[in-house]
């Protein structure tokens, strides 16, 4: 029975979840990407789902099975991610978390055709990407929103005005200057802040750290 909530932190809640990279095209068979494996997000998914939430994870490309009763949305580019995790929470969502590696620009244009090599130099136009999480953390009735902040330096300080300048109710930090950890790998280390509070949680694995982090999250929501 493994499709059956083991505890009721989330009881009755709907959840979504952004997870994975996106990747933005340059050309037919080109993009630009990062090495995002989406492990947090379908972790934090699978966690959800046994706390008793119903879960869509907005999921960009990522070798990872769906997590047993939990609706998948696939995409690709940061647009589309910004548009299904949209329609996801117009559904109805109490609480969004957004651990997507989310590409930051993406080229200008995407031509048509594959394109030739010709000169020694070339630069490619890039374009600031939307940003979902301070889109849906913006919106009037806003659900309770957790970010993720990937760092490699000041991580406590980044971390805490990304809280603000996006009005999250909760941030993640991730310090990924260090070795083996948070991106792309099985374990994590991270800082847990909210206005007024901070909680650290020592290297495990992501499927440990998920439980702990649902745990945390539906005490704060709970308190909002
Ligand atoms: N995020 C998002 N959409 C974007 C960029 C980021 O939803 N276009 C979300 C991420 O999923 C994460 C949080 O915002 O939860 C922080 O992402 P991060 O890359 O650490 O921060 P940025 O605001 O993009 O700032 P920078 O990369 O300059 O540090
Ligand atoms: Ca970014």
């Known amino acids: 029975r493994i499709n059956a909530p ?7 809640l709907r959840v979504v979840i952004t997870a994975g990279p996106t990747r933005e095209p340059i050309d037919p068979v080109r993009y630009i990407s990062n090495h995002s494996s989406g492990k947090m997000g379908y972790a934090l998914a699978a966690a959800a789902r046994r706390a008793g939430a119903e879960v869509t994870l907005v999921s960009g490309p990522v070798n990872l099975a769906a997590p047993a009763a939990v609706q998948v949305r696939p995409v690709v580019t940061a647009a ?5 995790a949209s329609a996801a929470v117009d559904e109805g969502c109490d609480i969004f978390i957004a651990t997507a590696a989310v590409a930051d620009y993406r080229p200008a244009s995407c031509a048509d055709q594959k394109i030739k090599k010709s000169a020694e130099d070339m630069a490619l136009a890039l374009v600031r990407n939307p940003d979902t999480l301070a889109t849906i953390a913006g919106r009037e009735n806003a659900p309770f929103t957790v970010g993720f902040a990937a760092e490699t330096t000041d991580v406590a300080h980044y971390a805490n005005d990304k809280m603000q300048r996006k009005k999250l ?3 993640v930090a991730n310090d990924v200057s260090r070795p083996g ?7 994590n280390a991270v800082t847990v802040f909210w206005p007024g509070g901070q909680q650290e949680f020592a290297t495990e694995s ?3 750290l998920a439980e702990r982090l649902v745990a945390l999250i539906s005490e704060r ?3 909002a």
């Open 181 to 187: 950890l948070g991106f792309n790998s099985d374990d």
């Open 80 to 84: 589309d991610m910004l548009a299904q």
């Open 6 to 12: 083991q505890n009721a932190a989330l009881a009755g």
């Open 169 to 171: 109710n909760m941030i």
């Open 221 to 223: 929501f709970r308190q």
């Open 206 to 208: 992501k499927a440990g």
